[in-house]
């Protein structure tokens, strides 16, 4: 085997070994054609798992529970949200008395992403994109957006 080639195959081995750094942030990829999609103009703002964010803060051990509210001082899961999956970029926070849980959505600038997650200061046609971190969530600030909409189809009910 020539030289070159060996050095070539080291290089393209080097980059896919640290493609991983790179994929970890691309969001899940866009539903199948064909589907009704709406147009609405949504406050947008970013968040993160932080206790600012997310209205949580550690007792003197070490322990994340809940600041504020009804239910503070109780036990608060730090990355989860109100559906239950794991925060990732592409976890939409809104209120789901206007978008549900499962409401696929794409954000000019953002991507698409999916509501799982609900916040006390989200309310009607507002919506807050998950980051991996604070600065990158408060770099976002609070445009104003154009955000195609696909609600989740509706199941049918059980008497």
């Avoid at 866009?30 to 550690?58: D, F, H, N």
């Amino acid at each position: 085997m020539p030289i070159g080639r060996s050095w070539r195959h080291l290089t393209l081995f080097l980059i896919l070994l640290n493609a991983g750094c790179y994929t970890r942030d691309l969001r899940w990829m866009p539903p199948p054609q064909g589907s009704a999609w709406k147009a609405y103009r949504l406050e947008t703002t970013g968040y993160c798992s932080c206790g600012e964010c997310c209205g949580w803060r550690r007792t003197w051990y070490g322990r994340a529970v809940i600041a504020a509210g009804p239910d503070a001082g109780k036990p608060k899961e730090v990355g989860y949200t109100a559906s239950g999956s794991k925060a990732h970029p592409g976890t939409i926070a809104a209120d789901t008395s206007f978008f549900p849980f499962g409401t696929e959505m794409y954000v000019p600038g953002y991507g698409y992403g999916r509501v799982e997650d609900r916040g006390s200061g989200i309310t009607g046609y507002h919506i807050d994109l998950f980051f991996w971190n604070h600065g990158d969530a408060k770099a976002w600030g609070h445009p104003v957006e154009t955000v195609l909409v696909r609600f989740p189809a509706q199941r049918p009910r059980r008497h």
